[in-house]
């Protein structure tokens, strides 16, 4: 109860000083959503949960057979032909992502679904996957093709962490079946791997042997082209030795003129011998004259030799290319008939002895954690749009009204009893609210300087407005207070139903004039309580209400008693209402905790202002969370003993 916070000044409307509204994250709030929506959140994961049972066990099984398949780098080398084979330099994750995509071509399936003679049902076809079917039929031509493609979903290709193995994978929908697919898929593979280095190798020996008559073609060119150009030349070798002795000869030829020019000079030191110098004279020109004829003869040799060694390096060069192709060729013919391959099929594929899938136990963990993140979604969902009170400061805050009573809710649901559980269970918590809202207007009552005329009333029907105003008329009766209690609710009266009086001398008879003033009021079952029952439904209550004997009624009530409750019609869609608050002192909105929205009271509020009514504050009714509203866990909790 906010009894020091809740005032209004002057008429002015109300506005409480700790209103404020929250921006912080409160983990609190987020665990009391879910408390309060748990019967959402556990139908949701329930509703979830067995959707997910019906629906594994109407599903057919699934069979997993798995072929482990070995697969190396590059293949092993009978011979190393390099040529060949002369290593790949991009990343490792490609070649084996490359094969992994070989095990999935078209091609490669569909001759398993021919060599097999598979069709459609090896393939366990979903509850999904039949319904997608009666809308998108598959037609004969496009069969295999459609085959194909649920083979290949059905095929998983995992490579073993740490090695070259790897594991395929197959879903069948049978254990024999899935492992025949399996088997047929990796030798499929392996042998289509090793066809494939077959072509490659028959491409290479044609390859090689085109080049082959090439070089040997070249080759007898050039040994051609040098034996004719050793006949021009006179070039003879004989064990790779020349035979050409011009060398020699300069070399004779050189020492025997040095040695011509010596002794013509000897002789010309001695005068004796004057007679030989002229002879040898002439034998050192000779010589010389020799050895000038042969220099010219070495040199026109050493540019014919050149011309010669260029043409026999080039017969070599053919020579050793024609040799190395015919090496390469032979060593081509034992990789072919070697037939290596780089793959190894390690583990055939077995039947099953289980199904793979559907799993029970996984399936409802899964939908278990699902469902239960679909509820709490859906909770905070709906809280999201809930629009009802949430928190005492926010609904004083938007609607600048106190908050003067927080009636509980009870597990009752008789209107009788609820309507007098004041005066007949005086120690529940109901009773103990509305003697704690007794208080408050008490407070109220005594800044009223005339008559003390009640007005209860509500945003829209089915709030409590006639329960609140029938236990607060008792909880004020039995202090010793004279209390009347009227049922201005001239649409749907209900009053005399929760307290078991007659319809008679009512409220409608005395403003049409039927009856006098003095028969209005009854006595009722609880001393102190007088009542005044609507009557039979009029067909103008807004005129009789508006009537100047309402006013002269409840002056005169006044008068007589300590405290006059009116229990009038809702707000919205009447005019009932503004008349009645005009003439009430204090005016009381009662609303549902749970079920009226912010958006409700505040449109409510905004039809009093419009003609100029005020409400003095709001009674909450049927609170099942106080803590949620802003109150402690015990605010209906302390102790009451006898």
Known sequence: MNQNTASQVNGTN?????????????????????????????????????LALLLTLLSSPVYRATATLQIERESTKVIDVNFLNPGDIRDTRDFYETQFQLIRQYSLIESVIDKLKLTEDVIRQSLLGKIKGLFSPVDDANSKTALANAIIENLTIEPIKNSRL????????????????????VEEFVETSRVRRL??????????????????????ESEKALNVYAKENTIINLDDKESNTSSHKIMRLSEELVKAESE?????????????????RKRAELLRDALSEEEKKALIYQDSR???NTLEREVETNQALYQGLLQRLKEINVVGEAGSNNLSIIDRALPPLQKFKPKLSTNLVFAGL?????????????????????????????????????????NEHDPKKIAQLVLNSPKSALAESFRSLRTTIRFKLREQDDEAILFVTSARANEGKTTVAMNLASAFAHTGNRVLLVDAD??????????????????????????????????????????????????????????TKMEAMLKAASQHYDLVIIDGPPILGLADAMILSSLAKITLLTVHATDTSTSTINNALKRLQETGASITGIILNQVKDAERLGYGDDYYHYPNKA
């Open 264 to 280: 013509a000079i000897i002789i010309e030191t001695d005068p004796a011998r004057q007679g030989e110098l002229a002879a040898a």
């Open 14 to 50: 109300y506005v409480p000083a700790y209103a404020k509204a929250q921006d912080t994250l409160d983990l609190r709030e987020f665990w009391k959503t879910l408390v309060r929506r748990k019967k959402l959140v556990l139908g949701i994961t329930g509703a979830t949960i067995l």
């Open 199 to 220: 072509e490659l190798t028959g491409d290479a020996q044609t390859f090689l042997q085109q080049r082959i008559q090439d070089a040997k073609l070249k080759l007898q």
């Open 370 to 410: 699902l469902g239960l993140f679909l509820g709490i979604a859906s909770a905070f969902l709906r809280e999201f749009m809930d629009d009802s009170v949430k928190d005492i400061n926010e609904l004083e805050r938007q609607t600048r009204l106190p908050v003067l009573g927080l009636v509980p809710a009870v």
């Open 166 to 185: 790897v594991a395929i994978h197959f879903d069948a929908s049978s254990p024999e079946k899935a492992a025949e697919v399996a088997n047929a898929i």
């Open 490 to 547: 001239l649409r749907n009266p209900s009053l005399h139903k929760l307290i078991g009086t007659r319809n008679q001398q009512n409220l409608v008879g005395y403003l049409s004039g039927e009856y006098p003033l003095a028969q209005l009021a009854q006595a009722s079952n609880l001393p102190n309580l007088d009542i005044v029952v609507a009557g039979t439904p009029p067909n103008d209550p807004s005129e009789l209400l508006a009537n």
């Open 306 to 308: 050149v011309a010669y």
